[in-house]
Nanobody
């Protein structure tokens, strides 16, 4: 059974870059045809899909965050990483990494279907504050 674990600083200052890592065990991030996403929940709000990286290394981003977000991976460590630049207090949230099974090619709309995700990390709180 695959397990995901988020790690990274819990406190980030405004205008800095938020960086989180998801470590995957029990399965490879290069296995066909899985996609690995970052999803967040701001306080008092619903879950927001941020972006994903696929089994082949292709990346997908939410249009609202694309200009500030980057997702990459280290296959040797079986990890994938989220970076969000120029953070503001509105980026304060619990951040989750999660896996969704897909097909060889996938649409962003498919990756947004949170009910289709089959594995989730426990989440990590990130607060943006000076």
């Amino acid at each position: 059974q695959v397990q995901l674990q988020e790690s990274g600083p819990g406190l980030v200052k405004p205008s800095q870059t938020l960086s989180l890592t998801c470590t995957v065990s029990g399965g490879s991030i290069t296995t066909n045809y899985y996609y690995w996403s970052w999803i967040r929940r701001p306080p008092g709000k619903g879950l927001e899909w941020m972006g994903a990286i696929g089994y082949s290394g292709s990346t997908y981003y939410s249009p609202s965050l694309k200009s500030r977000t980057s997702i990459s991976r280290d296959t040797s460590k079986n990890q994938f990483t989220l970076q969000v630049s120029s953070v503001t207090p509105e980026d304060t949230a619990v951040y989750y990494c999660a896996r969704i099974p897909g097909t060889m090619a996938v649409l962003t709309s498919t990756l947004r279907k949170l009910s289709e995700y089959d594995s989730w990390g426990q989440g990590t709180q990130v607060t943006v504050s000076s």
